[in-house]
Nanobody, 120 residues
Framework: QVQLVESGGGLVQAGGSLRLSCVAS????????MGWYRQAPGKQRELVAT???????NYASTVKGRFTISRDNAKKTVYLQMNSLKPEDTAIYYC??????????????WGQGTQVTVSS
């Protein structure tokens, strides 16, 4: 059974930093794209950043220059380094694995989410 488990969320003051981690476990052959999404209260879930297995990255314009996504393919782990945090970054952050291959083929998986709160 595949699981994505996030960690690293918490409460931080504006201007501070946090680093999120997400580990994928289970009988996984490979993962095409890993990424982070977030959902603030009363808003839809939105893309934060994604990274391919080859290292190509994509960022939302609201976080570009402040957040950095990276991954360790051998550890099936994706990271999100968040710097210069703003109160508007407050949300639940979800890890996503798209094109995660198991013996049953590719599928899309989500973590349970981790809360990030930025105080002003």
């Amino acid at each position: 059974q595949v699981q994505l488990v996030e960690s690293g969320g918490g409460l931080v003051q504006a201007g501070g930093s946090l680093r999120l981690s997400c580990v994928a476990s289970g009988r996984i052959f490979s993962i095409n794209v890993m990424g982070w999404y977030r959902q603030a209260p009363g808003k839809q879930r939105e893309l934060v950043a994604t990274i391919t297995s080859g290292g190509s990255t994509n960022y939302a314009s609201t976080v570009k220059g402040r957040f950095t996504i990276s991954r360790d393919n051998a550890k099936k782990t994706v990271y999100l380094q968040m710097n210069s945090l703003k109160p508007e970054d407050t949300a639940i952050y979800y890890c996503n694995a798209n094109g995660l291959y198991t013996a049953w083929g590719p599928d899309d998986y989500w973590g349970q989410g981790t809360q990030v709160t930025v105080s002003s």
